[in-house]
């Protein structure tokens, strides 16, 4: 059958199958939901630090909002770096400089222990389920 009659029979033609996706991890998964909440908590402390005018006298209060987007576009690429382990240590950098936000606005405190332990627990406690899952798995593979 040509293509010219199976488009006249009514027939599809035949879709190319999809590669697999890939398969994540858990820290990979966790660390990049606390990294994309964040990004948006940091566009917020943006505004935040313009609206206080918290920055020292010689900087215009506008870059505040530059640092809040630049930082939450920061956190949304390092998100996607997850799946490598420099992506989780550039994370880290990044609760590093929430927390130094909190010499502009002592608010900031909170949100960088709050978040910081959530990307903290997320990405210890999810290495430890990817290399129990990992045990688990090869373990199976050698009593087949």
Partial sequence: MTEANSAASGAEPPVPARKP???RGAAESLGQVV???EALIM???GLVIYGLKALPAPIAPWWGIIVGI????????????TRYRWGIVLGW???VVVALC??????MLIVALIFGA???YGTIKGASLDRR???ILRESANGD
């Fill in 133 to 135: 899952n990992a045990r």
């Fill in 93 to 95: 950098a990044l609760q």
């Fill in 43 to 45: 566009f917020l402390a």
């Fill in 102 to 107: 909190a010499f502009l606005v002592p608010a």
């Fill in 118 to 120: 959530m990307y903290g």
């Fill in 35 to 37: 990294l994309g909440a």
């Fill in 70 to 81: 630049v930082l939450a576009v920061l956190m949304l690429v390092v998100s996607g770096l």
């Fill in 21 to 23: 996706r890939r398969q």
